[in-house]
C-alpha cells in the first residue's frame, strides 16, 4: 500500500517470530518525504535472514551481515558487514529507470578495500559489474589515502565524486540526489561535498539484482549500515535532507 500525505496512514510494525508482518496505525507528521519513496530497510532486525522494505515491498536476503549491532541516534540498531557479506533484492522494474532519483544512507566504516576491484566499497548498487553494466550505484571508490576515501554515485556508465574524502570509524548520513547527468548532489552529514569534475548519466532500466554491502564476490564493504532508503522520480531539497539527519540523531521512518 502507498501512503498518502496527512491524517492517519498504515505502517508496517515489527515482524512475528514466524516473519508475519502486524500492522497497525500511527498518526504521522506531513513531511512529505513520503513522496516518491519506493523502498526503506530500515535494517534493524535483531535476528533472521531477511532485510525487510517497510515501505515497499521488496525485502532482502541477507548473505552474512551481523544483525542487531549498535547505531547512532535514532539509526539502532544497525548492520554490520565485515567485508564478506552483502544483501541481495531481486530485481523488480520499480527499482529502475527513474528519470531522477534520491538514496539515503547511513554508514560507518571500519576499513578500506585496498586495490583493484575491491578498493570500491558498495553501499548501494544495482548490477554486477562497473562501469557500464549497472542501472546505478552508490560506493566508496578509490585509491585509499590514509584512512580516507571519496564517494560516489554513478548512472549506467560515468560517474560523479565528492570534493573531500571521509573517514573511517565515523558515522555519516550519506545523500544523493540525481536531477540529470550535470545536476547531482552529494550530501554527507547534510553538507554538499559534490565534486564538479565529472557528470553521472542517466539511470539504466535492465533487468539486474539490486544489492547493499557489497556484490557476491567483489566489492564488499567492512563497516555498519542503517536505514538506507530509495526513492524514484523525486529529487529530495536540501531542507528534506537536513530533516533526515536531523542534527546527527537520524529520523525514525515513523516520522517520515
Same mark, same amino acid.
Given at each position: ?76 540498531? %544497525?548492520?554490520?558487514?565485515? +567485508? &564478506? @557479506?552483502?544483501?541481495? =533484492?531481486?530485481? $523488480? ?5 527513474? *528519470? !531522477? ?73 550519506? %545523500?544523493?540526489?540525481?536531477? +540529470? &547527468? @550535470?545536476?547531482?548532489? =552529494?550530501?554527507? $552529514? ?5 565534486? *564538479? !569534475? ?59
Amino acid at each position: 500500500m502507498r501512503y498518502t500525505n496527512g491524517g492517519w496512514r498504515p505502517k508496517k510494525i515489527k515482524r512475528h517470530v514466524s516473519g508475519n508482518w502486524v500492522t497497525s496505525k500511527v498518526n504521522r507528521p506531513s513531511t512529505g518525504l513520503l513522496d516518491g519513496l519506493i523502498s526503506v530497510w530500515e535494517l534493524d532486525e535483531t535476528a533472521g535472514g531477511t532485510a525487510y522494505d517497510l515501505h515497499g515491498s521488496y525485502d532482502g536476503t541477507n548473505n552474512g551481515a551481523a544483525v542487531n549491532q549498535t547505531g547512532t541516534g535514532n539509526i539502532d540498531p %544497525v548492520y554490520y558487514f565485515d +567485508g &564478506s @557479506d552483502y544483501i541481495t =533484492i531481486s530485481d $523488480n522494474a520499480n527499482l529502475r529507470g527513474f *528519470s !531522477t532519483m534520491s538514496i539515503s544512507a547511513w554508514v560507518k566504516m571500519s576499513s578500506w578495500g585496498t586495490s583493484g576491484s575491491t578498493d570500491q566499497d558498495i553501499i548501494i548498487q544495482m548490477g554486477d559489474t562497473t562501469p557500464g553494466s549497472t542501472n546505478y550505484y552508490f560506493r566508496f571508490d578509490g585509491t585509499v589515502t590514509s584512512d580516507k576515501r571519496a564517494l560516489y554515485f554513478a548512472g549506467s556508465n560515468t560517474q560523479l565524486g565528492t570534493s573531500s574524502t571521509l573517514a573511517l570509524d565515523t558515522w555519516y548520513h550519506l %545523500v544523493v540526489t540525481y536531477a +540529470g &547527468s @550535470d545536476n547531482t548532489i =552529494i550530501y554527507a $552529514n547534510n553538507v554538499d561535498v559534490t565534486s *564538479s !569534475t565529472s557528470s553521472a548519466d542517466g539511470i539504466g532500466d535492465t533487468s539486474y539484482t539490486l544489492y547493499v554491502g557489497g556484490r557476491t564476490s567483489l566489492d564488499q564493504s567492512d563497516g555498519y549500515f542503517g536505514q538506507i532508503a530509495v526513492w524514484g522520480d523525486r529529487v529530495l531539497a536540501p531542507s528534506d535532507v537536513g530533516a533526515l539527519y536531523n542534527s546527527g540523531s537520524g529520523l525514525d521512518y515513523l516520522l517520515w
